[in-house]
């Protein structure tokens, strides 16, 4: 008897875990390869960055070249797309920042852009 309850419990234990496990989204621990990035449309692209920080972004990309839209309100950088044939503009909403010289890494990904020439 003994032995029955305490399979029961433990089985009762493995589903409430399985369960805990499975119940909310996955949360995406690595920042998308610039080149996937490239072949996705610009609301794929913020979907797949949506979450990361620009420090992320940083770390994964490297540096970008600056660029900052005063009429957006809207830190930007942009990536060099060989694949795409442009550039792939990463915008952050700074509008909260206290202190933009200090922590413009923070700042979450707002959109993204996928700009081509030609």
């Known amino acids: 008897m003994k032995h029955g309850i ?18 909310g989204e996955a949360e995406q621990t690595e920042v998308p390869p610039l080149t996937e990035v490239e072949a996705m449309t610009d609301d794929a692209a913020a979907e797949a960055l ?12 490297g540096q970008p070249q ?8 809207r830190y930007v950088d942009l990536y060099d797309a060989p694949t795409l044939g442009g550039w792939v503009a ?12 200090t922590e413009l890494n923070t700042l979450p990904v707002a959109s993204v852009e ?3 020439i030609g």
């Open 6 to 23: 305490c399979l029961f419990i433990l089985s009762l234990l493995v589903v409430a875990a399985l369960t805990a496990c499975g119940s």
């Open 90 to 101: 990463v915008q952050y909403d700074i509008s909260g920042l206290a202190a933009p010289d």
């Open 50 to 61: 949506s979450g990361f920080r620009r420090q992320d972004i940083l770390d994964a990309w």
């Open 114 to 116: 996928l700009q081509t």
């Open 66 to 73: 600056d660029v900052f839209d005063a009429l957006s309100n």
